[in-house]
């Protein structure tokens, strides 16, 4: 089950006439999606006892899932903090393949450690956050961030990341590669990544076939096989 709070902040832009009105009204809210009531409570108390986080987020609106989010609330959202304390692959897919192009705030991810130590969940969650939080000091560090969030002094405090099959084998992927790895692990079709991307079909079937060909596996099972035989090592 993913959890996602979003934080709107007003943003000013000359092309976008309903931006503009909602920054003229100062619509501020935040936007809970979550099964889970404790987090939802806990996460209203923090922003509760922060003065500066009660001067910027009025409203709240819950919803249930990550695809209950227009497209329209994300391009708005300063932040979002996405309450991962279950693996779903689909759910980090849905907000991968809408992260380049229509958000543009921090994402902050609350995620347990066990979680991580998954390389596949790991490598999408490091492509897709801003800042990782673990489970265990949140309230802390959380509180933290809503006290600073306006100054975007932002960091990854979780000290598992791999970012890149680099640091793991010795095996060189380019730098397109590398960030498009997160995109075919998370099961997005070669279509789906162009639309997030920009690249054609052709060029992210070739970088597919780039990286299967580097890691010495035939299609997405094999890099499944090949990322879970790092787990430990």
Known sequence: MIALIILFTPLFSSSNTWLQKQCIRKYIMIIIISA???FINGVRSLVNMTMSAQRRYSQTLFLDNISDVNDKSLTIARTIIVDYSHPDIQQLAALLYRKKKIIHGDIVFVVKSEILADPVENIIINSISTIVLDYIDVTQRLQKYLQNASDHRCIKVFRKSISSLDSCVNIKLTKQEDSLLPYIISGLNNKKIAQ??????????HYRRNIYQKLNVRNIAGLYHFLHSLEGG
């Open 196 to 205: 997030a991307t920009d690249l054609s079909n052709m060029m992210i079937s």
């Open 36 to 38: 889970n009531k404790f």
